[in-house]
């Protein structure tokens, strides 16, 4: 396993969260990285893409101005920090790598196991 997340938990609405994605991989900084979710009976859907460089920064409009994705070259680890949490938010968060910051999974090709964030109201 290539990709590791972590940071995920039970929280209460309105509170936040980090999670962390630390990747073993050598090419990590030459590596678009997003973040997904996928919630029971749902399709994986995107969350936040970050440029290899950090320089260039995708949301989806439902979490645009409350999550936070960034990235530490040197660590190689990429993070998400949630904020203002909502139920609607809880799913299986999973990390993936890719050549370019884009919002289909399909253009990721490695993936993490993920981590569960359950948001309770």
């Known amino acids: 396993v290539q990709l590791v997340e972590s940071g995920g938990g039970l929280v209460q609405a309105g509170d936040s969260l980090r999670l962390s994605c630390a990747d073993s991989?050598?090419?990590?900084?030459?590596?678009?990285m997003g973040w997904f979710r996928q919630a029971p009976g749902k399709e994986r859907e995107f969350v936040a893409s970050?440029?290899?460089?950090?320089?260039?920064?995708y949301y989806a409009d439902s979490v645009k101005g409350r999550f936070t994705i960034s990235r530490d070259n040197a660590e190689n680890t990429v993070y998400l920090q949630m904020s203002s949490l909502k139920p609607e938010d809880t799913a299986m968060y999973y990390c993936?790598?890719?050549?370019?910051?884009?919002?289909?999974?399909?253009?990721?090709?490695?993936w993490g196991q993920g981590t569960q964030v359950t948001v309770s109201s």
């Open positions: 993936a790598a890719g050549l370019s910051p884009l919002r289909e999974p399909s253009g990721y090709d490695s």
């Open positions: 970050i440029s290899w460089s950090g320089g260039a920064t």
């Open positions: 991989r050598t090419t990590f900084d030459t590596s678009a």
